[in-house]
């Protein structure tokens, strides 16, 4: 009996060694194969580097950093869902877009995002009942739309086999496949105003999903800019944990966008080699350019928020505009002619700021109380594709007189209400008038029932704190929002603050925050503290209480 067992032990060890080595097998090996399928298909001939990733964390990080350094603030947002149109991708994709945001704006506070609803019915609804939400009748200026817009499954697929069998005692077999699949996630950005598409601020990026081994065993990899982003996956992340890497992708995308920031810096794309950066770049100029008063307005708030500038943000030329150009052109090795062109934005986007000291006085401007007379019509900008000519610089329109780098007199602050009104009903709605007796910078705070307080201007709708005496501030004139009486009829307090210089950027977080949203400040007195630390006590303010009928 032994005699005939050995021998089948012996093919028995034979074929499970045999087996083994099958299985080790580089014939056997799938995954390559299938990898260079499929990025031949997805990306063609040209070979982009790649940068392994657990997340866009560091990505997010950096766009936190980069809003901070362009001063943006107050943009407010909507998020409806974000729809699963595929029907196969079983995940939270808005509060995935909610979590990035929120990591995106841990210092910055720069971006405020309100959730709600599944519909646009609801958008129309929300923003409509925006007033009865609290004192202030808020509308947020953007709403984010968008949806998992593809799937496509397997679309390269390999499977090998392979196996030996010793009957009737042992049959061995071993199988090895990989597949490789692209979600695709579509984002846009709409104006709460008319709910229409603002151009060019979407995100459309995919991903590749490769699928290999028992269960799900792969990597995902994601291409934006020239840059491969591979991320590893297991059984329990799948295709959740890939689309997590897209709808952070689609965040640093979609601000940068609308807030003008050069967000490819956060994705590790040289903006010099990169030919999609520079059609990027030529397309916010072009389309800023089109409408010089945004160009301007957008030139006039970063060179004053690099403390170049002190002057109206109002998308017209004058003196002090044209000197803080000049001057910041020169910082950059540029010539000092004042021109807006498209090599003094792109060099602008590209620079280094922290290493550009800003003069010990800014171009001041004071706004004449006459107005000035119509100005020529600018030269027409091309509206063509980015590779015509650039437009030339738009012409200069005087409406400033230049000013004196000291002020002849210190501030006073008037604040007012009409027909000096300090009772109001519960619900009534409450009409300020601020006039500095210079021109100012005015910041103003509302302490409500609850002793909250908030800073309610400068704001998402008015973002110039700069307020000429010749033309009183009207709140909340033709600002998209109200201040109105509170339901309990407890009494508030309005305070206002002027200043000779725009310090929004050197006062602290906790007195800056988000428009409209209650800060960690406890007291008026708090604010006050922290605006003669900032203006070393040079500031003017104005106090009004407001009570209950």
Known sequence: ?????????????????????????????????????????????????????????????????????????????LVEDILDQTKKVNAGTRDMLITAVSDMTRRSRAIRINAFGKDATNVISFLASAQRQSAYEVIPQYDIKGSVSQLDENVIRSQKDAGIGFQPFINLGITRDAASSILGLDLSVLTTEDMSILPGVTSRNSVVILKQGRGFDGDAAYHKFGVNFSMNLNKAEGQSQALRGLVELAVVELMGKLTKTPYWRCLGADAQANEEIKLEMSDWYYAMGANPVELIAWFQYQLRHRRYYDGPVDGEFNPAIDEAIANYRAALGMSREPKLEQAFFVAYLGADHSKIRPPAQPARATVVAAPAPAPAAPAAVPTAAPSAAAPEPVPATTVVAAAPAAAAAPITLALTTPNRQTRYARGEAISLMVQPSRDAHVYCYLQDENAKIARFYPNRFAKDSLVPAARPLAVP??????????????????????????VLGALPATVVGTDFEPLPVLTIAQIRSAFAQATGGSFAQEILDVQAK
């Open 1 to 77: 009996m032994a005699t005939t067992i050995a021998p089948a032990l012996s093919r028995i060890a034979a074929g499970v060694a045999m087996a083994a080595a099958l299985a080790g097998c580089g014939s056997l090996d799938v995954k390559q194969s299938t990898v260079e399928r499929t990025e031949t298909a997805r990306v063609g001939p040209e070979q982009a580097p790649f940068r392994s990733i657990t997340g866009f964390s560091s990505a997010l990080r950096c766009m936190d950093n980069l809003m901070l350094d362009y001063g943006v603030r107050d943009v407010t947002m």
């Open 477 to 502: 004139g033709s600002m998209r929002f109200q201040l109105v009486m509170n339901a309990r009829g407890a009494n508030e307090t309005i305070a206002c603050f002027a200043t000779a210089g725009d």
